[in-house]
């Protein structure tokens, strides 16, 4: 009898003081705590340490061997004065723009044909992200080769239709290495458009298209005035994505160009990787990556309130 009441106090103990792990499992701001924690180190060890890395060398006048002296912003005057920096700089503002909205329309014209009903559409739209999951680096080599002027199949086309009678370097001249680059970059990235887009379509509900119908608006109209407003939310998160992804693209310049010719495809990434990487000036190179770091900020931050104004009304 007294052990029972021995135990059964002690149950009540334990009741009353439960153990501290159990406290702080209960407590839901050391549990989210605990959860977020390998997530903030995962961030902290990949993203935090290499930027204020890269902010630390910009700074100074490291090499490669060499550890260099703080020198303040001499790194950043000095690329300002650089004439193929200058170069980066509108390269990557009008690549970026002619790609993003090529890439808006081609994809939201596909997202269209894609939402109607037709036999076969699911493994039409597998096929559509083809482009989008094969390899960067293993596209972009086909494509450099579909463009080589010697085994170009683009110049044979074009000469067998007889549009040309000679044949064109497409990634040795400058203007024509760049539109190339671009028409890559928008083969690409539709799909990623018009997949995303395709989502946003498929959440409109078809009874506002077929009231509008009812009412007598055009496709044009039903499109304007019903769709377009419904999917703007959609379609200003995937080109915050794609200008993000666009403005620090390296891989498909630099194996197709990798800058050229004379300079004139560089985009930020491809300048910083030739400074910093190939001349071993580690400093400047971060200069130049940390150089587009205001400019895509400002972008980034323009596009969130206008995609917060665009949700609130």
């Known amino acids: 009898m007294a052990i029972a009441t021995i135990g059964a106090a002690a149950r009540q103990n334990r009741q009353r003081n439960p153990r501290p792990r159990n406290r702080l499992l209960e407590d839901e701001r050391w549990l989210a705590f605990t ?6 180190i995962l961030l902290g060890l990949f993203i935090a340490y290499p930027f204020f890395k890269g902010v630390m060398l910009s700074l100074s006048s490291s090499r490669v061997g060499i550890e260099g002296d703080f020198v303040g912003l001499a790194n950043f005057a000095k690329i300002w004065n650089d004439s193929i920096f200058r170069t980066a700089v509108w390269n990557t503002f009008w690549y970026t723009a002619v790609t993003t909205v090529f890439k808006l329309g081609f994809g939201l014209w596909l997202a ?44 044979w086309a074009l000469f067998k239709v007889g549009l040309i009678s000679a044949r064109i370097n497409w990634l040795g001249d400058p203007d024509l290495a760049m539109a190339s680059i671009i028409v ?50 959609v379609t200003m998160v995937v080109v915050l994505f794609s200008v993000i ?3 620090a693209d390296f891989q498909l310049v630099y194996v197709m160009t990798g800058g ?54």
């Open 35 to 40: 959860l977020l924690m390998p997530t903030a």
């Open 112 to 155: 269209l044909l894609l939402n109607r009903h037709f036999k076969g559409k699911a493994y039409i739209r597998a096929a559509i992200l083809l482009p989008f999951i094969i390899p960067t680096v293993l596209s972009t080599f086909a494509w450099k080769w579909m463009f080589d002027p010697t085994f170009s199949v683009i110049n």
């Open 184 to 233: 890559v970059n928008v083969w690409r990235a539709v799909p990623f458009f018009a997949i995303s887009l395709l989502a946003g379509l498929q959440t409109i509900s078809p009874e506002l298209q077929e009231a509008a119908a009812i009412d007598g608006a055009r496709p044009w109209q039903r499109f304007w005035y019903v769709t377009w407003p419904l999917l703007l939310p």
């Open 245 to 247: 992804q666009t403005f």
């Open 260 to 313: 050229g010719p004379a300079n004139a495809t560089h985009l930020f990434a491809t300048y910083a990787y030739q400074i910093g990487i190939g001349t071993g000036l580690l400093s400047e190179g971060a200069a130049i990556s940390l150089a587009m770091f205001p400019f895509l900020l400002l972008i980034v931050v323009v596009q969130l309130l206008y995609i917060r104004r665009v949700e609130t009304r």
